[in-house]
């Protein structure tokens, strides 16, 4: 199999991905979890419907996709970011990054179940590569002595741990839902408005019923709705939408190992952030991870 220039989408995601992940970490823990996921689905719902009835592309779905891809959003965005934030709260972004890149793990497993996807050698052993670097870059990546806000581990780190893994497996089952509708030549953008809007509604439904963890812990300023509205824009408007068009033309997989590599491309970011350099153990792991990128762009 040749190089796609599909794939340049699922890493262009990534780098969306890696930037949202610093910039989510102070609003996150502003507002609560459930709070800033609901105000951030709102504000891409507006951002997202005015492009869509624009291009006219929503006349392209089926009610019955459109019923697909609010599962696949339910479950990948109302669940899984849900959880990935709440461990971001607990665990901070780099830990929480390195958690949610085993998507790529069971994004894999299920497309070789259900969708009968298969790899290459050189593309397993770039997947390989491409988790193992990610893992230990992230892991390796902070120092002993690190004590700045955002690598705080708040509360028991188990219920971290299972909230970020639980994130990874709903983002693996949204994509492996999702990719038959986006096989059909769904628009990317109308299948993302579609995505956030059942996420947005089931988000106001928990507020509205009065759940207490939904409410915010702090007021919303305008300071803090235009941080939360770009990081929407960045991660949902154009990072999945370019996850949904990678998904047209690539297995799912692939795409997820190609995404997967946010967590490295956080740790420049972290640095910038942090005043810091990551630690040695982040080089290596960083180096693992393009040498497993290039061998499953080139499999």
């Not at 259900?114 to 990546?141: I, K, S, W």
């Amino acid at each position: 199999m040749a190089f796609s220039p599909y794939d340049l989408l699922a890493l262009g995601a990534a780098v969306c991905w890696s930037f949202t992940s610093i910039l989510s970490a102070t609003p996150a823990r502003h507002l609560g979890a459930l709070a800033f996921t609901r105000w951030r689905m709102v504000l891409v719902v507006f951002m997202l419907w005015p492009v869509v009835l624009w291009q006219g592309t929503w006349q392209g779905i089926t009610l019955a996709q459109c019923g697909v891809m609010a599962l696949s959003g339910f479950i990948g965005i109302f669940v899984g970011d849900t959880a990935l934030f709440a461990a971001m709260n607990r665990l901070g972004p780099r830990r929480s990054s390195v958690l949610f890149a085993t998507h790529a793990f069971f994004s894999a497993l299920l497309g070789f179940l259900f969708l009968d996807e298969r790899m290459g050698l050189q593309a397993v052993a770039g997947g390989v590569l491409v988790m193992g670097g990610v893992m230990v870059a992230t892991l390796m990546g902070g120092h002993k002595d690190e004590a700045h806000a955002l690598e705080t581990v708040r509360g028991p780190w188990r219920v971290g741990v299972a909230l970020g893994l639980l994130a990874a497996l709903c983002q693996a089952l949204s994509s492996l839902i999702a990719k038959p509708v986006m096989v059909s030549g769904v628009d990317p953008i109308a299948a993302t408005a579609v995505r956030v809007t059942i996420t947005c509604a089931a988000q106001l439904v928990l507020f509205w019923s009065g759940y207490a963890p939904a409410r915010a812990q702090q007021p919303a300023s305008a300071r803090v709705l235009v941080q939360v509205g770009f990081i929407g824009f960045l991660g949902m408007g154009v990072g999945m939408s370019l996850i949904m068009r990678a998904l047209q033309h690539g297995d799912v997989g692939m795409v997820a190992i190609l995404s997967s590599v946010s967590p490295v491309l956080v740790l420049p970011l972290l640095w910038w952030r942090l005043g810091r350099p990551p630690a040695a153990g982040a080089w290596l792991g960083a180096g693992l991870t393009v040498v497993g990128t290039g061998l499953v762009l080139l499999r």
